[in-house]
């Protein structure tokens, strides 16, 4: 069974920091990779999709990219934001979910 | 507005009472799926469909049922409710291409005394 992993499972930052979100997943042979965001008590919300032919996705702030030959994804979240406090979480396909990483930036 | 809808939203029901959580969709999205989440075990897929009358199960399907009678609409059944089933349902739709975005409802806070 294909394991989505997130570490680390929570993070603090002072505000302004760089933040840098990791994915790992044990199978290489992804059909695509989504990053969301969850607000406590909310639904998710899709920051970005890279697919298995894209190197890298970015929106903004959000820049995500992915190494399928080391089975990784890595959310990039540049000069954070208190509003940028949420859980991330990232999925594989439509199917396998890590468990995500808690991010708390500090005004 | 595209968005998935779910209800109810807060539920609070006694073990072994039937229960239906309800999820609707606007985008004619052919790929619909459900997930539980858990504190720890991040989400977790219960059913999904790929179209209307196809049901698949996922990694966690026991004590659960689904139908897709219509292409919007992908009810999530709970014919004798446990304590264990005690978590947080999303329901998701995605076009059926391995290239889309999934789009999630707010989710549905069940509590199975």
Redesign the interface.
Known sequence: ?QE?TQIPAALSVPEGENLVLNCSFTDSAI??L?W?RQDP??????LL?I?SSQREQTSGRLNASLDKSSGRSTLYIAASQPGDSATY?C?R???S????TTVTVRA | EAQVTQNPRYLITVTGKKLTVTCSQNMNHE?M?W?RQDP??????IY?SMNVEVTDK??VPEGYKVSRKEKRNFPLILESPSPNQTSLY?C?S?TRG??????????T?LTVL
């Open positions: 069974k989505v059909y695509n989504q969301f008590g909310k639904g998710l919300t899709s999709l697919q979480l999925a396909y439509k199917l979910f890590g468990a995500g | 790929y799926s997930y720890g075990l991040g989400l977790r897929q999904y996922g990694d999303f998701a995605a391995r290239t889309d975005t999934q789009y999630f409802g707010p989710g806070r």
